[in-house]
C-alpha cells in the first residue's frame, strides 16, 4: 500500500481566506487525482493531473502536480462556506488497478 | 460519466450478523470498486470485482469476511459477514470511468454501516 500524506489533517479558515492543502508521497504516481466529499456522500472528483509541474485551475481552485509527480498541492482562494468538506487526493501508479487514496484533509469555511 | 447507487444507505446491526450492500450503476462497466471509509477518516480500497472472476483483495482484506458478487456489468454485491463493532464504517462502490479503468472514478454514496 503506496501513503499518501495529507497536511494539514484539519483546516478551520474564515470565508475570504486563502489556503493550500499538500499530498506528500514517496512514490511516484502516473497521474493525481483531488476529490471533495461531503456528508453522506461519495467523493467528488475536481481534477486530475497527470504531468510533472502541471498546473491546473477551476475558478478558485488551483492544483499543481509537483515536478518528481510524488506531490501534489490545492490552493483556495478567497474560499467560501460551500468549500466546506473532505478533501482527499489519490494517486494512480502505472500498471495499477486503482487508487491509492490520501489522509485526507477535512476544511472548514466558517462564515 | 456513471450515476451509481447503493442500497442501502445505512444500517444498524447486531454482532454476528451479515449485511449485504448492493451497488448498480446505470452503463456498463469492466471494473467496480469497492472501500471502506472509518469515521473521520480516508477511504482504503477492500477489493476490485471485474465481471465474470474473483474479486481481487487487498492486504487485510478476505473472501471470508467480505465476499463479493459481480453477476453483470452493472451490478456487484458486498456482504460484510459476522459482523463486529469494529466493522462500524461507511462503504463505498466505486467504477473506473477511463479507458484504463482508473482514470476518474466515480462513486455511490455510501452506506453507513453501525455495528451494535
Known sequence: ?111 | SAVISQKPSRDICQRGTSLTIQCQVDSQVTMMFWYRQQPGQSLTLIATANQGSEATYESGFVIDKFPISRPNLTFSTLTVSNMSPEDSSIYLCSVGGGSGGTDTQYFGPGTRLTVL
Open chain 1, 1 to 111: 500500500t503506496q501513503l499518501l500524506e495529507q497536511s494539514p489533517q484539519f483546516l478551520s479558515i474564515q470565508e475570504g481566506e486563502n489556503l493550500t492543502v499538500y499530498c506528500n508521497s514517496s512514490s511516484v504516481f502516473s497521474s493525481l487525482q483531488w476529490y471533495r466529499q461531503e456528508p453522506g456522500e461519495g467523493p467528488v472528483l475536481l481534477v486530475t493531473v497527470v504531468t510533472g509541474g502541471e498546473v491546473k485551475k477551476l475558478k478558485r481552485l488551483t492544483f499543481q502536480f509537483g515536478d518528481a509527480r510524488k506531490d501534489s498541492s490545492l490552493h483556495i482562494t478567497a474560499a467560501q462556506t460551500g468549500d466546506t468538506g473532505l478533501y482527499l487526493c489519490a494517486g494512480e501508479e502505472r500498471g495499477a488497478n486503482n487508487l491509492f487514496f490520501g489522509t485526507g484533509t477535512r476544511l472548514t469555511v466558517i462564515p
